[in-house]
């Protein structure tokens, strides 16, 4: 579960925006390389002195095209390229500003919209037919190629926010993968949090998000404080996932032959917030036992420790919070986390 920066909803989009192939259910076999093309936006802006983001699509093995941007290792030493998956409801543009420190430390990385947000949604939001399932088996997938193939290397490093660092076990390439760092990672679910919140969350993905799309055709997640207007079966889904716990096995119970769970074995770090509601410590439990093979870390960062009187679940990327930051890139390079 996700609740995201304030974000503006969509009942359509802009005339800019490209009709997207129908989507496909995905299959287990890794897509081919796309090529590297511009997209018809200006490059996006990172900070005061720092080169803009280069613009970039990449295409998934159903046809579908996201949209992202890509940013050159510039100092440091250099380390893996990384990965950047948003969180649920949450665009790029809000990870920038992380993804210029760590191209300053040396790291290419790759930050992207997944189909049915920002940039990557084609056409009107109530007309999108995007599943979260997809997020993990095509977007993600289709991400990590894009950025192996870019920077030459065969193994990335992914920094997941939330919901992006919890779907590795629905990744057929995820032994592309050579470390992971999921910030605010959990599994979401709603028995695991404290009574009032888990009563609130609950509330939200399973009764007011689904009237909001017997109403408007999509989810209407903004007005509830959950972040950027979501594709109907992206927030079904959600809710169904934080709803029985396990988050993204319940996209594969059955399907073994799509299920990746088990077979993970990269070296898996999460770090989550102590006044966090949604990541705590039995939801990071949670989505941790559904990789049994991995490596696994955990640390608990208290706010005040690093002169910060809030974190939550969203904070960790913002320029006011950089003092977290080598706290996330330290995983990247098998440095065992800062003390909290």
Not at 249 to 268: E, L, W, Y
Request: proline share 9%.
């Amino acid at each position: 579960m996700t609740v995201a920066p304030a974000a503006s909803g969509h009942s359509g989009a802009p005339a800019h925006r490209p009709s997207a192939a129908p989507t496909a259910m995905p299959t287990a076999t890794p897509p081919a390389m796309p090529a590297v093309s511009p997209i018809s936006v200006p490059a996006a802006t990172t900070g005061p002195g720092e080169p803009p983001a280069e613009p970039i699509t990449l295409t998934c093995a159903d046809g579908t095209r996201l949209h992202g941007h890509f940013l050159a290792a510039s100092g440091g030493t250099p380390g893996l390229p990384v990965l950047i998956a948003p969180a649920t409801g949450v665009r790029q543009h809000f990870y920038l500003r992380f993804a210029a420190w760590l191209a300053a430390q040396g790291h290419d990385v790759l930050v992207f919209d997944y189909r049915g947000i920002g940039l990557s949604l084609h056409g009107p939001l109530r007309e999108c037919r995007a599943a979260l399932h997809e997020w993990g088996q095509q977007d993600q997938v289709a991400a990590i190629e894009w950025l192996a193939a870019r920077s030459g290397q065969p193994r990335i490093g992914l920094v997941g926010h939330s919901a992006g660092g919890q779907m590795m076990g629905l990744l057929p390439n995820h032994e592309r993968l050579a470390r992971v760092v999921g910030v605010a990672a959990s599994s979401g679910w709603f028995a695991a949090m404290r009574p009032v919140f888990g009563f609130k969350a609950r509330l939200g993905l399973r009764v007011l998000l689904p009237a909001g799309i017997a109403l408007r055709g999509y989810a209407p997640s903004s007005r509830v404080g959950l972040g950027e207007d979501l594709p109907a079966r992206v927030a079904l889904q959600w809710g169904r996932w934080c709803a029985a716990g396990g988050y993204a096995t319940n996209a594969v119970k059955g399907r073994p032959q799509q299920d990746f769970h088990a077979q993970v074995r990269v070296p898996i770090t999460v770090l989550h917030a102590a006044d966090d509601d949604i990541a705590n410590a039995r939801t990071v439990a949670d989505l941790l036992r559904t990789f049994p093979a991995a490596d696994k870390r955990v640390q608990c960062i208290a706010p005040a420790d690093h002169g910060l009187r809030r974190i939550g679940h969203i904070d960790w990327f913002r320029s006011s919070h950089q003092a977290l930051w080598p706290l996330m890139a330290a995983p990247l390079r098998g440095d065992a986390a800062m003390p909290a």
